[in-house]
Every structure is written in C-alpha cells, then in structure tokens.
C-alpha cells in the first residue's frame, strides 16, 4: 500500500537508499574459457566470467583443481599455462616465492592467485580432485 504523501519514497531520497534509475544496460562481464588438462590427460571445459581465478573456475568442473590452503602457501594448485598466458593476471611476489619454495619450474603458476582477465586460457593440472 502506498504511503500517503510519497513518505517512504522521500525518506529513501534523503537516506540515499531509493533505486537510482539509470540511463544505461547494466554490462555482464565479460565471459572467459578455461580448458585444464588432467594429470591423466583427460580434458574438462568450463565458461564463466573474467575476474575469477583458475582454481575458483575449475570449482564449478566435475574434477576441480586440488588446493591445501587459501592463501597461497602450500603451491599444492600450481598449474603449467599451456595457452593464453596473456590473458592472465600478473604473479605476484608471494606467488613467485611460493613456486621458487615448492620447487616448481619457472613458467608455472599458483591457480588460486591467477585471474583470467579475458578470453580463452588452456592449463595442465598436476593435482585434481
């Protein structure tokens, strides 16, 4: 039921809280492909948005990647980048020394700090679920 006057609807303006109409679409992010590789050669495939991670894009797939921590200390997820390694976040500098501790070779990456910013991107998996 409508109030009397317009209240809720100026008291809404003046919290800031009323819906602001405006004059553009919202825009869906951009859509990104993620192609991994198993450690068995068996191949999945899932699409979804830019912006997130190898490891939470391979969450959604039947046999996701394996991870033993959150914050990027163990390198349990790492992966080899075998196409569209442009497409990819830059590895930062904990990323780097997780790799260089857990003796990985240059070149490959932690799933869970790399983000996909666009387009198509194929990894190997040493580790799934």
Do not use: W
Not at 27 to 47: A, N, R, Y
Not at 63 to 72: E, K, R, T, V
């Amino acid at each position: 039921m409508p109030s009397p006057f317009g209240i809720r609807r100026r008291i809404k303006r003046l919290l800031g809280i009323e819906a602001k109409k405006s004059a553009e679409p919202e825009v869906e992010p951009e859509k990104i492909t993620l192609h991994i590789l198993g450690p068995k050669g068996d191949e999945q495939s899932v699409t979804t948005y830019a912006g997130s991670t190898i490891l939470g894009a391979s969450g959604q797939l039947r046999h996701p990647i394996a991870s033993g921590c959150s914050d990027s200390t163990c390198g349990t997820c790492h992966v080899e980048i075998l196409e569209g390694a442009d497409n990819l976040s830059e590895p930062t500098a904990r990323e780097r020394g997780t790799l260089r501790e857990s003796g990985h070779p240059a070149g490959q990456r932690l799933s869970c700090r790399t983000e996909i910013l666009k387009g198509t991107v194929k990894v190997k998996a040493f580790e799934l679920v």
